[in-house]
């Protein structure tokens, strides 16, 4: 992911992720969509090298923080199968990723 690149929204119906940066740092947001408006973030990557466990049912996206290039790395319980990811764009959500 390029420095400033923001990757969302999406939506997994069954998978599990397990998410780590080795290279660089991301931040990530998540949100359930409910009458609090309620989003979480995290930001991970070489300075904080944690795994993030990301359930179904919950929309997120992540944008590039360190310098240059980013990497994500996804250990998912299930093969990728594009019929159960969900997408929708930044608009479609409150919120705002410029002071991210």
Known sequence: VEKGAIKAWKYHRCMTLNL???LGEVIFV??????NNYYRTEIIGED????????????FGFKGRGVGKNLIMNFADMPHNPDEILRKSTSE???NWSNK
Do not use: A, G, Q
């Open 20 to 22: 780590v940066v080795p």
């Open 30 to 35: 998540f949100h359930k969509k409910n009458k």
């Open 48 to 59: 904080r090298y944690v795994r993030l466990t990301v359930p179904p049912k919950i929309w």
């Open 93 to 95: 959500f409150d919120y």
